[in-house]
């Protein structure tokens, strides 16, 4: 079967030129793609034949930018009337072309019938006008559906190879002190063969994680892809990163339709999912894929295979993972210890890093351990409840206890509590930043920390926490507003910086939603005051799952006792929603005007107000209301000047709002006096494109009112500006 793709459409194409019509490859998606070659703000985008050879020979993606371009109707368009009048021409046989890009789109079965109807409505088609629109509509959806190279598709059987396409979702190795559970393998191997899907169940630090790598890593899966659960598996797949992940609204049905056409040559390892299915009831969806699932939990899932992990079988794996770190001279001074914390794997692993780093002896150990007389048998204790957690926690004194052992210092505290704050539970996160956020001057109480067993990491410059250390952590040292000071105020000016583009935004918010769920406010004042400033930020990247989060997360520690600011922003975050996610302006317009009513104009509260009312005339502007846009631009430009904002960079984007106002009610002039002051200094700003933008704005103002000498020299700038941004 053939995909309906940018590759095989082209091949269609090419195929059908006429000898009178012979031209290369470039030439061709030259003319194709003038239209986007031709707009202004594609005038720096080069072709050149080795990327456009891999375009049509399915080797590689085609580029965003054009993606992007053609998503716009009128755009889309203006690809239809280039096809008619540039392209056509070529073709010896228009007919015979449309019929085999019609034929290739129905009988590829990866596409929906009601998708199939939807892009051949119509057909057979009577004039090369719709024909035309034809053809530029299914190149669109070629060119913006799933990539996968066409050496993927060309494999004889099974699964398309995702190694280059999904990034950053490898199925991680096992520790490597890994040792033992041979059977279990075998039983895995066993239960995925013939049911599909399986369950690993079992007490936190068992070995449930590093079994299952163990296991996929001695079998050989065309496809190995680890999710890392984080309470809501819709949101894990669609937080996946593909190449492809240009438009964030896409990614989860994207994500979707491939991992669902993945066969039982692939495995997909789900770690931690410790919920119930009425939860969390995407696992269902999950489970219905072709592929081999493989699932650890502490949960309990009835009428569903699994395998319940019990403590190691043979004592000789017990000595021979404590050897890992201790050499064993007597094992008779060891096997009591083993006995004493029942075989849990995770405490034996414990007892071997501290006989290694807290110059202990094993008797000493054991001593320490019967004087504080908290080890309880576990098969009396530990009553499993529907979500996998023990009604008492006893099992969790005997961690407790090893982990009080270690006597960490202040400093090793505040870093495991302020990494309990971070995406990185069974998921790697990056040192360097970590160390960042923290402000640490060093990574030596990191590298101990690594050391002693209580951080992982798979080579030195990554973080991970197990599940039972994050655990552990919440109850021993919980995270809070004071002990994180330093980590939440790192954060708070990353936002603040709205200027500057973060390399690492995405991880940066994955953070803050853990913040905002998981920290315990000891300063409330403070904690407001953070989220105030995070969530423009989030609007900023278009990360609207986590402005909802802020609101839901004011609303609670408000109830209904709400004051006028946290009012205002609370409708403000709810207008955001309804525009950007409902895509409903009216409703967005309305919740913007209760905004502004609710806050007083106070001098605390006038750059607020500035804001409110900027983007509810920015609403107005696009419902083409020019009047009430105005009327609340103006006010707002007003407001910004009574605060002494208006030269600040965070009003940048309502001051450009209202110049592009000024311009399309034809005042250049005022848009000249307000943008100047932001341009004394252009010689030594950084380039960005908030810098471009205003730059073209000016530009603009100075073609209107017949200044052409400075509309060429900001012409010239903005391309200076531009340039170094088109590169990277």
Not at 130 to 139: G, H, P, Y
Not at 214 to 241: C, E, F, Q, R, V
Not at 501 to 520: P, S, V
Request: aromatic content about 12%; overall charge negative.
């Amino acid at each position: 079967m053939n995909r309906c793709d940018f590759s095989n459409i082209m091949s269609i194409m090419k195929e059908h030129i006429s000898e009178n019509f012979q031209i290369s490859q470039i030439k061709f998606i030259t003319e194709l793609f003038e239209s986007f070659l031709n707009e202004l703000n594609s005038k720096d985008f080069m072709l050149d034949e080795g990327q456009v050879c891999r375009w049509i020979n399915g080797q590689a993606k085609i580029s965003v930018s054009i993606i992007q371009y053609y998503s716009e109707p009128l755009n889309l368009k203006f690809l239809a009337n280039t096809i008619e009048n540039k392209i056509f021409p070529l073709f010896y046989d228009i007919y015979h072309v449309v019929q085999l890009i019609y034929e290739l789109l129905i009988k590829d079965n990866s596409i929906s019938e009601q998708k199939k109807e939807e892009l051949s409505n119509g057909y057979p088609f009577k004039t090369q006008i719709q024909m035309a629109d034809f053809i530029a509509n299914i190149l669109y959806f070629g060119i913006s559906r799933t990539f996968i190279p066409q050496k993927a598709l060309k494999e004889k059987s099974g699964s398309a190879v995702l190694r280059t396409q999904i990034i950053g979702h490898d199925i991680p190795k096992p520790c490597r002190w890994f040792c033992g559970r041979e059977q279990e393998i075998q039983q895995i191997e066993k239960l995925l063969q013939t049911e599909g899907k399986l369950f690993l169940s079992g007490i936190a630090g068992i070995g449930k994680s590093e079994l299952a790598k163990a296991y996929a890593h001695s079998k050989h899966y065309k496809n190995m892809i680890y999710i890392a659960y984080t309470g809501d598996l819709k949101h894990d797949i669609a937080s996946m990163t593909f190449i492809d992940d240009y438009e964030q609204t896409m990614r989860l049905k994207r994500h979707e339709m491939v991992l669902s056409l993945l066969e039982d040559d692939s495995l997909i390892l789900i770690d931690n999912i410790n919920t119930t299915l009425e939860d969390d009831q995407y696992i269902m969806k999950l489970l219905n894929y072709r592929c081999h699932v493989l699932i650890t939990t502490r949960s309990h899932f009835e009428d569903l295979p699994q395998i319940s992990i019990k403590p190691f079988a043979n004592i000789d794996d017990s000595l021979n993972l404590i050897s890992y770190f201790y050499p064993i001279d007597n094992k008779e001074q060891i096997i009591p210890l083993i006995n004493a914390v029942h075989g849990h794997t995770f405490a034996i692993e414990m007892i071997g890093r501290l006989l290694k780093f807290k110059n202990i002896t094993p008797l000493e150990l054991y001593n320490k351990i019967k004087f504080k007389n908290m080890w309880v048998n576990l098969k009396e204790k530990i009553r499993m409840t529907k979500d996998g957690t023990s009604k008492k926690e006893t099992y969790y004194q005997h961690i407790h206890m090893l982990f009080s052992l270690f006597k960490l210092n202040k400093e090793q505290k505040y870093i495991l509590s302020s990494l309990s704050l971070m995406p990185c539970v069974n998921q790697n996160f990056e040192l360097s930043i970590f160390a960042e956020w923290l402000e640490l001057k060093s990574f030596d109480t990191i590298m101990y920390l690594i050391d002693i067993g209580l951080i992982q990491s798979e080579n030195g410059n990554d973080l991970k926490l197990s599940p039972i250390v994050m655990d552990i952590i919440q109850a021993d040292l919980p995270a809070n507003t004071t002990n994180c000071h330093v980590l939440l105020e790192h954060i708070e000016n990353i936002c603040l910086s709205h200027n500057a583009e973060y390399e690492h935004y995405e991880i940066l918010f994955k953070a803050i939603d853990i913040i905002i769920e998981k920290i315990d406010i000891k300063d409330k004042e403070y904690f407001i005051r953070f989220l105030d400033n995070v969530y423009p930020y989030m609007d900023k990247y278009q990360y609207y799952s986590g402005i909802e989060h802020i609101k839901n997360k004011l609303y609670d520690i408000f109830k209904n006792n709400i004051p006028f600011r946290e009012h205002a922003i609370m409708l403000e975050c709810e207008a955001i929603l309804a525009l950007e996610v409902e895509h409903d302006f009216i409703k967005a317009k309305e919740l913007w005007e209760q905004a502004v009513n609710i806050l007083p104009e106070t001098e605390e509260y006038l750059y607020l107000c500035s804001n409110l009312h900027g983007n509810l005339g920015n609403i107005y502007l696009q419902l083409k209301d020019f009047k009430n846009a105005m009327a609340h631009m103006e006010y707002a430009f007003k407001l910004l000047k009574q605060c002494n904002m208006i030269n600040s960079y965070d009003a940048f984007i309502q001051v450009c709002n209202y110049t592009e106002l000024l311009i399309q009610t034809g005042n250049p002039q005022k848009v000249i006096e307000i943008l100047q002051p932001y341009l004394e200094d252009i010689a030594y700003m950084p380039p960005s494109n908030d810098l471009a933008i205003l730059l073209n704005l000016i530009q603009k103002a100075y073609i209107m009112v017949g200044d052409f000498e400075k509309a060429e020299f900001y012409n010239k700038t903005i391309s200076q500006h531009l340039t170094p941004i088109l590169k990277t």
